[in-house]
């Protein structure tokens, strides 16, 4: 069964710091790793997607790496603003059904 | 990507009562899935629907609690039955419509049972 972990739980950094969330799994048969984000009592917006083939993935000031083989993911966010305070969720794919999300990092950045 | 529209946004209700929830998708989709988040937690998936069948279940949810409809590629309903306190979440709807998996979802529907 494929269990999905983030560390650290709660993260507060001032603004202008980069800064790296953490994501492990258990299972590394994966089809694909996605990072959301999640502002109080809303959805889930996609941040990025990174298939199993691939190493890392930019959008803006985010990165994403994978690394399949020790099970781990880490969403590197650049220069934070405080427009950034939010809980980022990493989610497992291995077929079409089986999604598992972890239970989030909540970022809060202080201006 | 995919627009997805959810209804209501939130409610309050009374236990023992019932409520469905709307999602619509902006584009035709095979599957459609349901998830619930309760507070402090993150994502369970309900039910997995597809158009013209019945939906799938996961362990621990039943289709007389949560009756699902889905009758055209562009929309579904989740209803949650004889409601109680712990039943008090947010209800997301989500779809997977590209060849990349990659998941998209509505703004939830935030539930409290009073």
């Known amino acids: 069964k494929q269990e999905v972990t983030q560390i650290p739980a709660a993260l507060s950094v001032p603004e202008g710091e980069n800064l790296v969330l953490n994501c492990s799994f258990t299972?590394?048969?994966?089809?694909?790793l996605q990072w959301f984000r999640q502002d109080p009592g809303k959805g889930l917006t996609s941040l990025l997607l990174i298939q199993s083939s691939q190493r890392e993935q930019t959008s803006g000031r985010l990165n994403a790496s994978l690394d399949k083989s020790s099970g781990r993911s880490t969403l590197y966010i650049a220069a934070s603003q405080p427009g950034d305070s939010a809980t980022y969720l990493c989610?497992?794919?291995?077929?079409?059904?089986?999604?598992?999300f972890g239970a989030g990092t909540r970022l809060t950045v202080k201006p | 990507s995919a627009v997805i529209s959810q209804k209501p946004s939130r409610d309050i209700c009374q236990r023992g009562t019932s409520l469905t929830i709307q999602c619509q998708v902006d584009?035709?989709?095979?599957?459609m899935f349901w998830y619930r988040q309760q507070p402090g937690q993150s994502l369970t998936l309900i039910a997995t629907a597809n158009q013209g069948s019945e939906a799938t279940y996961e362990s621990g949810f039943v289709i007389d609690k949560f009756p699902i409809s889905r009758p055209n590629l562009t929309f579904s309903t989740l209803t949650v039955s004889n409601m109680s306190p712990e039943d008090s979440s947010i209800y997301l709807c989500?779809?997977?419509?590209?060849?990349?998996?990659?998941?998209?979802f509505g703004e939830g529907s935030r539930l409290t049972v009073l």
């Open positions: 584009s035709q989709v095979t599957m």
């Open positions: 989610a497992v794919r291995r077929n079409n059904n089986d999604m598992r």
């Open positions: 989500s779809v997977a419509p590209g060849g990349t998996g990659e998941l998209f």
């Open positions: 299972d590394s048969a994966i089809y694909n």
